[in-house]
C-alpha cells in the first residue's frame, strides 16, 4: 500500500459500494457496451474504461460518445440500470472484502456506506449479499443520474452523529477522494476498482492494493 500520512483515531469506516465491495467491474462494462452498442456507439475495453469512468456520471458519458442532452442523458441511465440491475447478482464482493468486514466488526469499527446507486438499488444489493447486518446504515442517491455523493454523505454524518475527523472513506473513484476532502474525511483509495490508481487525486492519503491493507490503516 502506498501511504502518504499516519492516521490515528479512526474508528468508523464508511464504504463505497461499487467497485471498491462489489466486484462489477465486468458487469458494467458489458452493460455500458450494451448500451453503447444500442445507441451506435463503439464499445469502451477495460483500459479505456477505468481511464475515463468519473462523476457526475454524465461526463463520463459524454466522454465515450452518447448524447447527454437531459432527455437522451435520462433516457440512456434508465436503459443502463434496467440492464445492470437485472445481472448484478452474478456479481460478488471483491476477495478479501468479507474477512475485512468482518475483522473491522471484530474491532468494535462502525462501518457505513456511501454509495451513488439509488437507494432503492443499493439497499436491494446489500440485502441479496446478506449484508445488511454489518452496517449501521446504507446510504444511496435518489435517482439514478449519479451525481455528487456529498449531500447525502453529510446527511449521513449528521444523522448518525459522526465525527468527520474520525472517519476512514473507502472508495474507488476521484470523486471518492472529493467527497472525502469535502466531508472531512480521511481517504482510502482502492486499485481494484472503475480508475486506474495512477489517476488518483493528490489528496489521497493512501491506495490501498488488497482488501487486508484497510486494516492498517485503522491501527
Given at each position: 500500500m502506498n501511504n502518504t500520512t499516519e492516521n490515528t483515531a479512526l474508528d468508523t469506516v464508511i464504504w463505497d459500494f461499487n467497485g471498491t465491495?462489489?466486484?462489477d467491474l465486468e458487469l458494467t462494462i458489458q452493460t455500458i457496451n450494451q448500451v453503447l452498442a444500442e445507441n451506435g456507439?463503439?464499445?469502451?475495453?477495460?483500459h479505456r474504461h477505468k481511464s475515463t469512468f468519473r462523476f457526475p456520471v454524465i461526463d463520463y458519458y459524454r466522454d465515450i460518445g452518447l448524447r447527454t442532452s437531459d432527455e437522451a442523458f435520462s433516457t440512456v441511465s434508465e436503459?443502463?440500470?434496467?440492464?445492470?440491475?437485472?445481472?448484478?447478482?452474478?456479481?460478488?464482493?471483491?476477495d478479501g472484502i468479507p474477512e475485512v468486514l468482518a475483522a473491522l466488526e471484530h474491532r468494535g469499527t462502525r462501518q457505513f456506506v456511501l454509495s451513488a446507486l439509488n437507494q432503492t438499488m443499493l439497499t436491494s444489493c446489500?440485502?441479496?449479499?446478506?449484508l445488511s447486518d454489518r452496517f449501521e446504515a446504507v446510504y444511496g442517491?435518489?435517482?439514478?443520474?449519479?451525481?455528487?455523493k456529498v449531500v447525502r454523505g453529510s446527511e449521513l454524518v449528521r444523522?448518525?452523529?459522526?465525527d468527520p475527523?474520525?472517519?476512514?472513506?473507502?472508495?474507488?473513484?476521484?470523486?471518492?477522494?472529493e467527497v472525502a476532502s469535502e466531508l472531512g474525511f480521511t481517504a482510502v483509495a482502492v486499485s481494484w476498482g472503475h480508475q486506474h490508481a495512477r489517476n488518483f487525486d493528490s489528496r489521497v492519503k493512501a491506495v490501498?492494493?488488497?482488501?487486508?491493507?484497510?486494516?492498517?490503516?485503522?491501527?
Open positions: 465491495l462489489l466486484d456507439v463503439p464499445p469502451v475495453d477495460t436503459r443502463y440500470h434496467e440492464l445492470y440491475m437485472s445481472r448484478v447478482s452474478e456479481c460478488s464482493l471483491y446489500i440485502a441479496s449479499l446478506d442517491l435518489s435517482d439514478i443520474m449519479g451525481r455528487s444523522d448518525f452523529g459522526i475527523r474520525r472517519v476512514l472513506y473507502i472508495g474507488d473513484t476521484n470523486h471518492d477522494v490501498a492494493n488488497h482488501p487486508s491493507e484497510i486494516l492498517s490503516c485503522l491501527s
